[in-house]
């Protein structure tokens, strides 16, 4: 059971133009979301978080956006830039659990 | 902190074979997380540890499959025997208390077994 589902595998977006990946999450009990960005070869790095008490959160180009009646968020990122191409995954944990469930993916490649 | 530190960085293996691979978590964190890269399930959730103990192993996909944390600065994802179709990259990943942390991740294994 996929609890944390990101439906698009890849993504190919124009350098200096935006990206919207996309993360969907069907349990409940969830109230803290990360985005972590892989290169390959390397583990994921933390990008961005967001607490279920907020709808946005900024980091200078990186926006998350968390809609918890429809229980989904997404990760703007604007502008893109050829730095940006990589795997990007969203995860989720649960309040006082310090369990971490991480979605498939999304590959992101930015054309310069 | 040098980070999470995961040994070997790669393991060829035959079939039938042991594998160990290993984890050193960031000092001070007290969760411990072993994922499994693939395709299909992107970083699947293999076990974690909360202060050394196992807290919840129900992705481990079987019993060739065992976990260990003898202590908070180490820990072991053993197979045995091994299968062609545990290849993968395996992930060690360790967590700090309190609310809304972020999980620090190894460099990963990358496991082949021919």
């Known amino acids: 059971d996929q609890q944390v589902k990101q439906n698009s595998p890849s993504l190919s977006v124009q350098e200096g133009r935006i990206s919207i990946l996309n993360c969907d999450y069907t349990?409940?009990?969830?109230?803290?979301f990360l985005w972590y960005k892989k290169y390959p070869a390397e583990g994921p790095t933390f990008l961005i978080s967001?607490?279920?008490?907020?709808d946005k959160n900024e980091d200078g180009r990186f926006t998350v956006f968390l809609n918890k009646s429809a229980k989904h968020l997404s990760l703007h990122i604007v502008p893109s830039q050829p730095g940006d191409s990589a795997v990007y995954f969203c995860?989720?944990?649960?309040?006082?659990?310090?369990?971490?469930?991480f979605g498939t993916g999304t590959r992101l490649t930015i054309i310069p | 902190d040098a980070g999470v530190i995961q040994s070997p960085r790669h393991e060829v293996t035959e079939m039938g074979q042991e594998v160990t691979l290993r984890c050193k978590p960031i000092s001070g964190h007290n969760s411990l997380f072993w994922y499994r890269q693939t395709m299909m399930r992107g970083l699947e959730l293999l076990i974690y540890?909360?202060?050394?103990?196992?807290?919840?192993d129900s992705g481990m996909p079987e019993d060739r499959f065992s976990a260990k944390m003898p202590n908070a600065s180490f820990s072991t994802l053993k197979i045995q025997p091994s299968e062609p179709r545990d290849s993968a990259v395996y992930f060690c990943?360790?967590?700090?208390?309190?609310?809304?942390?972020?999980?620090?991740f190894g460099q990963g294994t990358r496991l082949t077994v021919v």
């Open positions: 540890f909360n202060n050394n103990v196992p807290i919840d």
């Open positions: 995860a989720a944990s649960g309040f006082g659990n310090e369990k971490l469930t």
């Open positions: 967001i607490s279920s008490i907020k």
């Open positions: 349990n409940s009990m969830f109230d803290y």
């Open positions: 990943a360790s967590r700090g208390q309190g609310m809304n942390t972020e999980a620090f």
